[in-house]
């Protein structure tokens, strides 16, 4: 969007008339006056620092419910280059070691029994895992 100074300058001629045009116009009743005026240090905002990270800490179930699932295929993800490191003969220690950082976080609760029970079944078939490896 383009100004140019022409109309800064026409707006500013219009605003002065106006005012002389209402200047004598308005009074207050005797017995009314202006309210008190609010210094900016009595108001208090709830837009501050503090407010929003507590906002930001507040977990509702959408999104435990999508973080589970995310973390559900996370570890069938690693289940399945389990199988496909067993198969090929190419198993290192990485995927073991994944298999544990995965396994630490599949007990969080959703608050969904359901997922929460598949989530259960998931961890169990990792832990099991976990132990075959780890007798090598």
Known sequence: MRISASSA???????????????????????????????????????????LMALQGLDDATERRKR??????????????LKVGLLSGDLDQSTLNRLRAISKDLSEPTG????????AEIDLRVQVEIAKLSRR
Not at 112 to 119: A, F, R, Y
Request: hydrophobic share 40%; charged share 25%; aromatic share 2%.
């Open 9 to 51: 300058s026409a707006v500013a001629r219009d605003t002065s008339v106006a005012r002389r045009a209402i200047a004598g116009s308005f009074s207050l009743a005797d017995g009314m006056g202006a309210p008190p005026r609010i210094g900016v240090s009595q108001l208090k905002g709830i837009g501050g620092i503090d407010t």
């Open 112 to 119: 969904d029994s359901g997922l929460d029970g598949v989530l």
């Open 68 to 81: 589970a699932v995310r973390k559900g295929r996370g570890a069938l993800d690693a289940l399945e280059s």
